[in-house]
């Protein structure tokens, strides 16, 4: 079994209107490439921010102007006209846990994708809020502030699926990079995750950004399948094209640490099957 969790119906553009994606046109376009690619699990896991209830949690400026759709109309969709799994990318906002979790309780996912986008006010993959200040910044304090967000992600209990858990490297050289073994910072965020054996996002999105690496780097997969979590695939499609991209190398990836079994998620409870 293969799987494509990380998919989103549509370009992050404003302009791409839930009208004119989420339709089951839309969706067959995606089912056709996963069949050729041979996957067989696939699930929707759209930008929580996208949505008006959103701004219930948050009102950031991104979310201000992104948050124009009805949430429960997305969930009615998938439920009842796809046969995708009903999953959502939620964003980790420090000090909006409870809003988060009221917003994502009173809906029945398969699974919730846990993502750090944002370290304050700012992104780490959205150069419009950036949060570099200066290209010359030296990177070790972000890195650190980044992984022990992302370990309080993981202890939160919100999310089944941790997203592309080194998302920091996002810029690759664009951005200051720290010196040496990363795993001082990895390190950081192992309690929270070992605490929670939340599964761990393998996503080949981050070969298509400017790191040109899978999220996360092998030696971070290593100490969370040390820790005992699972492996969620995906591919963080945002255009039928690029669902499964790239997965030779994830596979290949797996097989080289050892990992025969992905996570499958129906209404909140995970089970394993071989990857295959
Ligand atoms: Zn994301
Ligand atoms: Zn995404």
């Not at 780097?217 to 945002?238: I, K, Q, R, T, Y």
């Amino acid at each position: 079994m293969l799987t494509d969790y990380h998919l989103h119906l549509r370009p992050d553009d404003v302009s791409a209107t839930a009208a004119e994606y989420f339709s089951t046109a839309n969706v067959d376009r995606y089912r056709a490439v996963a069949e050729e690619r041979g996957i067989g699990e696939l699930g929707c896991a759209e930008h929580v921010y996208r949505f008006a209830q959103a701004l219930e949690v948050w009102s950031h400026p991104l979310w201000r102007e992104s948050a124009s759709d009805d949430l429960d109309a997305y969930c009615g969709f998938v439920r009842e006209e796809t046969d995708l799994r009903l999953g959502i990318e939620a964003d980790f906002i420090v000090g909006r846990e409870d809003r988060m979790a009221t917003l994502l309780e009173s809906r029945e996912w398969d699974y919730v994708v846990g993502s750090v986008h944002f370290l304050g006010e700012h992104a780490v993959d959205h150069d419009g809020y950036e949060v570099w200040d200066h290209r010359s910044q030296r990177p070790d304090e972000l890195w650190r502030r980044y992984f022990r967000t992302l370990g309080e992600a993981a202890r939160s209990g919100l999310f089944d699926i941790l997203a592309h858990p080194d998302l920091i490297k996002y810029w690759g050289s664009r951005r200051p990079v720290p010196e040496g073994d990363l795993r001082r910072f990895y390190e950081l965020a192992m309690d929270g995750i070992a605490e929670s054996r939340i599964a761990i996002e393998v996503s080949t999105a981050g070969l298509r950004k400017p790191a040109g690496e899978i999220y996360p780097a092998p030696a971070f997969l290593e100490m969370c399948l040390e820790a005992g979590c699972p492996v969620a695939l995906s591919s963080d499609a945002h255009v039928p094209a690029d669902v499964g991209r790239d997965y030779d190398d994830a596979v290949a990836l797996l097989q080289r640490l050892g990992v025969g079994e992905l996570a499958v998620f129906e209404r909140r409870v995970r089970r394993l099957e071989p990857v295959g």
